[in-house]
Nanobody
Framework: QVQLVESGGGLVQAGGSLRLSCAASGRSAYFYAMGWFRQAPGKEREFVATINWSGTSTSYTDSVKERFSISRERATNTVYLQMNALKPEDTAVYYC????????????????????WGQGTQVTVSS
């Protein structure tokens, strides 16, 4: 079992930055790849980024490439999402998640591939 707790959301102006954190705990948390998803009102949950268990491989959805960066600190089992140059369309509840399967080098990119989810943290970008 893996427990995930997000933090770091808030209100920011367009062009600003935020860093989200996801603290993972549980017997196997150390060995999981991790992902970030987001869900805006009235929309489906969408993939944002993923990182492998060692932190050596990352993958992003096209809309956040060059602006967002996912990383992990293995000593504390914490995954980060650094978000720069934020846009109003980035407004959503952001969730971290751990997959239940090995998706290979491209990482897991669909919600159905993830078994463990945090409670979410709200990110609001004003124009």
């Amino acid at each position: 079992q893996v427990q995930l707790v997000e933090s770091g959301g808030g209100l920011v102006q367009a062009g600003g930055s935020l860093r989200l954190s996801c603290a993972a705990s549980g017997r196997s948390a150390y060995f999981y790849a991790m992902g970030w998803f987001r869900q805006a009102p009235g929309k489906e949950r969408e993939f944002v980024a993923t990182i492998n268990w060692s932190g050596t491989s990352t993958s992003y959805t096209d809309s956040v490439k060059e602006r967002f960066s996912i990383s992990r600190e293995r000593a504390t089992n914490t995954v980060y999402l650094q978000m720069n140059a934020l846009k109003p369309e980035d407004t959503a509840v952001y969730y971290c998640a751990a997959p239940s399967i090995n998706c290979g080098s491209s990482g897991c990119r669909t919600p159905a591939q993830y078994s463990y989810w945090g409670q979410g943290t709200q990110v609001t970008v004003s124009s």
